[in-house]
């Protein structure tokens, strides 16, 4: 592509996902690290995810921490049409793909098919032909 080529539709889209996804991480790694704060009422959206990450609570918090740092680089690479960023982000919605299949197959049937096709569909966009050619020379188009 040469400079002020249109980026596929959609391509914004994704980068806000990603940013969006770091923020909601971050989120709920700082509250399961650092209990007591005014924070903690968000979980009033999702009782049942704080029941069963809260007795993980360190762990899990580093670990969601991580999750939105590899989020916060993949949207950086996103919006910079870097490579890295499109495998990062890549690796990042296919791993969520794995991840419901195997809620699936562990009974959580309606929640892993639902999160399956939403992941699934955003890894066939990712993986799309004028997707991926944006971010394969350094003369992608910039973001506007």
Do not use: E, H
């Not at 391509?11 to 969006?20: I, M, N, Q």
């Not at 939105?68 to 791993?95: E, K, M, Q």
């Not at 890894?123 to 971010?135: E, G, H, N, P």
Request: one cysteine or more; charged letters at 15%.
């Amino acid at each position: 592509m040469t400079r002020g080529t249109q980026l596929p539709r959609g391509f914004k889209a994704v980068g806000v996902f990603l940013f969006f996804g770091f923020v909601m991480a971050s989120l709920a790694g700082t509250t399961l690290l650092w209990r007591g704060t005014p924070l903690d009422r968000m979980w009033a959206l999702n009782l049942r995810a704080y029941n069963q990450l809260a007795p993980r609570g360190r762990v899990v918090g580093v670990l969601f921490l991580l999750l939105g740092s590899a989020l916060f680089a993949a949207g950086t690479g996103w919006f910079r049409c870097r490579l890295w960023g499109w495998r990062l982000a890549v690796a990042i919605i296919a791993t969520q793909v794995l991840g419901d299949v195997v809620s699936a197959f562990m009974g959580d049937l309606v929640r892993g098919a639902a999160g399956f096709i939403v992941a699934g569909a955003l890894l066939v966009y990712l993986l799309r032909q004028d997707v991926r050619t944006a971010f394969g020379s350094g003369n992608a188009p910039s973001v506007r």
